[in-house]
């Protein structure tokens, strides 16, 4: 039956698989300020302070920021910041309340309401999810050329990431208040490191002395994060809903899958995020480097195939035969080959359990989320390891074939405008596709040359180049399908 009343505090005990729960909402004097806080961070980072919370009995709260939009908080606020997870797959369905979200502001409304947070006493912890592009960075330092960071410079007000940082650690630097822990949660290698530059190059704008201020008061960690979470459909909302008995239009729907490797270099206190199973490590770059291209990589060259081909949902790609061998050799021949596997990770089963992720229909998620921001992605996904299997010796076909994915999406959007694609650097992009429409070979090196896209030493590889306009013509001429059987049976 298809409920009526809405989740929130009064209701909760209406809601049988929630009947035990106890919501405490006394003011904390542990706080995360959470920026970004989109499906992702909620179906992950808040789950896990959750999980901490409830079993060591610690009372960490979330206050959740959104730079632009005001959708998340005003839907949860009528929820009293109270929402759904279901954890789904063949074998699982799981429901969990999210308790510990305290407050949400939005900064295109309001933005001292974010820096109040960011220099208030009890906020210990600073958690980021703005995706790639949130960074606002060039060669991992802030990109002065962006037009928002240029604005944010010249107005003295903060709209990017990295401003209101800096503006919010010159507040608490003016107020006498304590440094704290600031970790990035997107899926950029090194994202600590890139956080902490793009915010010292800011701070260095507003104030000579806030960079050393830095320096001695914040700590920025660096994190590998894992768990796939599509953007929730109304459809997804009302089976919640009614899964729960109340209506949840806030409720979100993940893979029972989670993973989370921080860099523990706090500046001070911190949930036990231990207790829901985060690991805590010295360094985070191999376990980056290992999902970055083991399961993103395969997600962005899945979301360009699937494209090509019609397909909607990333399991539906993964579920084609010829797919699903080319995903698995991706994997074994080149990604796996391009580094280092932590220790204690058995290769062949962490690759079995990604495809296993790709087919869970049960939380479908969309090739076109997936291939958003396809410039901004291929890099870290793709383009270096296949700088680092050629430094090995080693060719790279198999993601020489996946660009050319990429650069056939582009080529079939310029010529249909079939679909949408969404990427900070389209008016580029297209710029280039269109000027070389004609020629597989022309599109291929203008866009390696001038998109920026392509790292330096790849730029002048010219097997590499000529692999994917190889690809890049079998695609066009007989398909993608047929492109990839042609590579997975040599
Ligand atoms: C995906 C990721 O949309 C994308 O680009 O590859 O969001 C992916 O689902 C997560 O990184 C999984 O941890």
């Known amino acids: 039956m298809k409920p009526q ?5 009064a209701n909760l005990s209406e809601a049988p698989a929630f009947t035990a729960l106890s919501v405490n909402k006394k003011p904390s ?8 806080i989109g499906a992702f ?30 959708g998340v908080r005003n839907t949860l606020k009528q929820q009293d910041y109270l929402y759904t997870i279901m954890e789904r797959s063949l074998s699982r369905t799981n429901l969990r309340c999210i308790t ?9 409304e309001d933005p001292n309401s974010v820096l109040e947070q960011l220099a208030s006493e009890p906020t210990k912890i600073v958690t980021i999810t703005v995706t790639e592009k949130g960074y606002c960075q060039k060669n991992q330092h802030l990109d002065t050329s962006n037009a928002d960071v240029a604005a944010d410079i010249k107005s003295g007000l903060p709209t990017t990431m990295p401003a209101y940082l800096a503006h919010g650690l010159l507040k608490r630097k003016n107020m006498g208040l304590a440094g704290l822990t600031i970790i990035s949660c997107d899926n950029l290698p090194n994202n600590g490191e890139i956080l902490k530059n793009v915010v010292k190059d800011f701070a260095y704008t507003l104030d000579t002395d806030l960079g050393l ?11 590998m994060v894992d768990r796939i979470v599509p953007a929730a459909t109304a459809q997804v909302i009302e089976a919640i809903s009614e899964a729960v008995g109340l209506v949840d239009e806030g409720a979100l729907l993940c893979e029972p899958f989670r993973q989370w490797v921080i860099e523990d270099n706090f500046a001070g206190t911190r949930p036990e995020w231990e207790a829901a199973g985060a690991l805590l490590v010295t360094d985070v770059a191999a376990y980056e480097k290992l999902k970055l291209r083991m399961l993103n990589g395969c997600h962005s060259a899945i979301a360009y195939i699937g494209t090509l081909l019609g397909d909607e949902y990333i399991h539906e790609t993964i579920a084609r035969p010829t797919v699903q061998e080319f995903i698995r050799r991706l994997m074994g021949d080149e990604q796996s080959q391009s580094l280092e596997v932590p220790r204690g990770i058995d290769i062949t089963a962490y690759s079995e359990t990604i495809i296993e992720r790709f087919e869970n229909k049960y939380v479908p998620y969309r090739n076109a989320q997936v291939a ?12 270096f390891s296949a700088l680092d299997l050629n430094n090995k010796g080693i060719s790279a076909e198999f993601i020489a074939l996946s660009v050319a994915a990429w650069v056939s999406y582009l080529m079939v959007y310029q010529k249909t405008k079939g679909y949408s694609v969404n990427d900070p650097n389209l008016a580029l992009l297209e710029t280039i596709v269109a000027a070389n429409i004609d020629s ?3 599109v291929v090196q203008h866009l390696i040359a001038e998109a920026g896209v392509f790292p330096q030493p790849l730029q002048s590889d010219a097997e590499f180049t000529d692999a994917i306009i190889r690809h890049l013509i079998k695609i066009q001429e007989e398909g993608v399908e047929r492109a990839i059987s042609v590579v997975i049976t040599r």
């Open 5 to 9: 009343k809405p989740l929130n505090i």
């Open 29 to 36: 004097d542990h706080k995360i300020v959470h920026i970004g």
């Open 41 to 70: 961070s909620r179906a992950h980072q808040a789950l896990y302070t959750q999980i901490a919370n409830d079993k060591t009995g610690s009372h960490w709260t979330i206050v959740g920021v959104s730079l632009r939009s005001p």
């Open 100 to 108: 510990c979200l305290e407050d949400i502001v939005v900064g295109s």
């Open 213 to 223: 201020w830095i320096d001695a008061n914040v700590k920025f960690c660096s994190t």
């Open 372 to 383: 958003t921001d396809g410039s901004l992605k291929l890099p870290q996904r793709l383009l």
């Open 440 to 442: 597989a070979e022309a």
